[in-house]
């Protein structure tokens, strides 16, 4: 078999595993878990879901690695799982080592900025809670990461106030101007991406500033959403696999995004939520529900359609990576350059915590 026969065997392989897709609006991007999906795990099972969720995140990354080994991986938040409790000493810590070589860099919500809170006017990150994640990226950022942010800023003032605290410390600027981090429109604040760069973009290091635009709703086609992208010069764009969360993008939409306005090359990413399961997602079969299958939890938090799932289970696990019919697999086929992995943050579910 030939590179190019394969190739289309791969693309043919990802379009049938997708053409189910239910016809929904949800694009997938689910709210922080809250008190109502605060459950501990089922009683006498003993689990680590820290690790489990590092474990998950290494497997998808061997496996991209195995088709493309410049595939980029970058998880969104998780912070804590960068690094790991001393089993003796439970006030000392180490870094993650093995899941920080799986990932090229993280993205962080909210670092300076972030929506306020109910009932609060206030969006500046709480100073303690600031400095801890400051803390721990900067252990990502000695081991080699690169760290992007996604601050909250309605305003030019704040928005630029927000590129010169990330830019100070090294870390990729993005200004998000949407109060639920809905990625649904190009920012118009700035006007131009922080940092514009007129060189080609082939991998992170290159990266001077970046855009989430996972919810391309409101474009008619994907020919429409392509041209919109092509009128920017971000160095990086991470969007959603499925155009208006039904057809996904073909390998033809993926090449055509990969250029800025200026014809310089740039990265294209896809995001990937590996912590929830949504009823308006390819893979949801019409008899789910909680506890059927047994990894689909309980809904999220303001969210009926969106559930927490046991992100350690083989049949989850199936449908995230590791086979022909994955999600991961999809995506390699179709000419990504890497993959955001969110909902990583759902390991305090299982913890019994709230964020």
């Known amino acids: 078999m030939n590179a190019c026969t394969a190739i289309k065997i791969i693309v043919v392989t990802f379009l049938l595993a997708v053409i189910t897709v239910p016809d929904a609006n949800s694009q997938g991007t689910p709210p922080p878990p809250g008190p109502a999906g605060g459950r501990a795990p089922t009683p006498g099972l003993i689990r680590s879901p820290r690790q489990d969720m590092r474990d998950l995140v290494r497997e998808i990354s061997s496996y991209a690695r195995r088709f493309n080994r410049n595939f980029i991986v970058l998880a969104v938040d998780g912070l804590n799982l960068l690094e790991k409790i001393d089993p003796v000493d439970a006030t000392r810590y180490a870094p993650a080592t093995t899941y920080m070589r799986s990932v090229n860099g993280i993205i962080i919500r909210g670092l300076n900025m972030r929506t306020p809170l109910p009932g609060k006017t206030e969006i500046r990150t709480d100073v303690k809670v600031r400095n801890e994640l400051v803390r721990l990226a900067d252990v990502g950022k000695r081991s080699g990461l690169k760290v992007w942010v996604a601050d909250f800023a309605k305003t030019a003032q704040l928005a630029q106030e927000s590129f010169k605290l990330n830019n100070d410390r090294g870390y990729v ?69 499925f155009h208006q969360g039904r057809t996904p993008f073909s390998p033809k939409h993926v090449r055509g995004m990969k250029f800025k306005k200026l014809g310089a090359r740039r990265l294209i990413l896809a995001h990937v939520n590996v912590g929830y399961a949504d009823s308006s997602r390819y893979y949801w079969k019409p008899e789910w529900r909680e506890g059927n299958p047994p990894f689909i939890r309980s809904s999220a938090l303001g969210n009926p359609d969106v559930h927490f799932v046991q992100y350690w289970d083989a049949g989850w696990k199936n449908i995230i990576t590791g086979n022909t019919k994955s999600y991961i697999y999809g995506i390699v086929a179709q000419g990504y350059d890497g993959v955001v992995i969110d909902g990583i943050d759902t390991y305090q579910y299982f913890e019994g915590t709230i964020r």
């Open 173 to 241: 600027p993005f200004a998000v101007d949407n109060a639920e981090f809905r990625h649904n429109s190009i920012p118009h604040i700035p006007p131009r991406p922080f940092n514009e760069n007129p060189s080609n973009v082939t991998g992170l290091k290159q990266v001077k500033n970046f855009l989430f635009m996972t919810d391309s709703s409101a474009y008619e086609n994907q020919d429409d959403f392509v041209v919109a992208l092509n009128d920017t010069n971000y160095d990086a764009i991470v969007i959603d696999v």
